[in-house]
């Protein structure tokens, strides 16, 4: 029967589908404005938002189960109006969707953000409460306020299952992301400076198998972390230049310096028409919990991350590959941090 996918054209749904469509699986894709990472694949699309219910009703018809991926990602404290019309009141329109159409089973992307960080010296996993402070990103507000919408379709009698990745990178990242968007800039020495501090990093395609065992394999209202490998700014640019072969900055600034210098990033960056990397809300998630348990989805669904470096590796070369990374590089092997 018919899988759709909303948020289909981002980087997990473009992975996704991909994955899906390799098992036989007819895909249905939920599209609401680009869709160029799902040219040339053999599925459905359906023009469509998250945010308007009928049309969630129309794509859902007939589907055995939604993956819902489609979110609003940010890096400002100022997001909050989108973010909820977006990632909360939308995510409320899928489960409605999903009860109304009589699908089987809701595998919904959530994110490590929505869950409390402290205590910084115990390893986070499911048991971890959902961020519910204003003082935290909206961001993270908002994946947890999602969160909560599908616990009360649950209530309601809906399967679904909830998957909690840490930060995700691979290849198929079309738009970019943002941390494609920081590979990309190393990668051609456009990045000035690094900062202290790291994150944990999966790749998208574990994060994607992970998914899809979840969705065939799970208990209902089953939750599970896919994490992959915590690694520091400063050894990802080690690791960029000793792929590509192209040396990096060496400038490093620690992160209280970076949280003060910020703001005027930002401006600059808004005054170039372009994304700001370092901003409060991402330096914050790079003095987050080092460690993230993927022990359930191991133990439950066999998840296994693949090294650090693999992923690295194969994201610049899909860069490279697609045009965005114009410039010969020679992969090198080497051990995975």
């Not at 899988?3 to 992975?15: F, K, L, P, R, Y």
């Not at 895909?27 to 694949?41: E, I, K, Q, W």
């Not at 953000?113 to 990103?137: F, G, I, K, T, Y």
């Not at 198998?209 to 080690?238: F, N, T």
Request: proline share 6%.
């Amino acid at each position: 029967m018919t899988v759709v996918i909303t948020g289909a054209s981002g980087h997990i749904g473009a992975n996704l589908v991909r994955a899906l469509i390799d098992k036989g699986r007819p895909t249905r894709c939920l599209v609401h404005v680009h869709c160029r990472a799902l040219d040339g694949l053999d599925t459905e699309i359906v023009r469509g938002d998250i945010r308007d219910s009928d049309s969630l009703c129309r794509a859902f018809e007939g589907a055995d189960v939604v993956y819902h991926l489609a979110a609003c990602i940010s890096l400002s404290m100022s997001d909050w109006p989108v973010l909820e019309s977006v990632n909360v009141l939308g995510t409320r329109n899928v489960v409605e969707a999903c009860l109304r159409t009589g699908v089987r089973r809701l595998v919904h992307f959530s994110s490590i953000h929505a869950l409390v960080q402290e205590p910084m010296s115990v390893p986070v996993d499911e048991s971890r409460p959902l961020v519910e402070s204003r003082n935290l990103p909206p961001y993270d507000r908002s994946k947890s306020a999602a969160e909560m919408e599908v616990r009360r379709g649950i209530e309601k009698g809906l399967d679904a299952v909830i998957i909690n990745p840490t930060a995700i990178i691979g290849p198929h990242d079309y738009q970019p992301s943002y941390f494609g968007e920081a590979l990309l800039s190393l990668a051609q020495r456009r990045l000035p400076a690094l900062v202290t501090g790291g994150f944990d990093w999966v790749d998208v395609r574990d994060v994607v198998a992970g998914a899809m065992q979840a969705g065939e394999r799970a208990p209902a209202g089953a939750k599970y972390l896919l994490s992959g490998h915590w690694v520091s700014m400063c050894d990802i640019a080690a690791m960029v230049a000793d792929i590509t072969g192209v040396p990096t900055t060496k400038f490093v600034v620690p992160l209280w310096l970076a949280h003060i210098g910020a703001p005027f990033i930002q401006a600059v960056s808004r005054l170039n028409g372009k994304r700001p990397l370092y901003t409060g809300v991402s330096l914050r998630a790079l003095k987050s919990n080092r460690h993230i348990s993927h022990e359930r989805a191991t133990r439950e669904l066999g998840y296994r991350p693949r090294p650090f470096r693999e992923t690295l590796a194969d994201t610049l070369r899909w860069f490279e590959e697609n045009g965005q990374l114009p410039r010969p590089m020679s992969v090198k092997t080497g051990e995975s941090r």
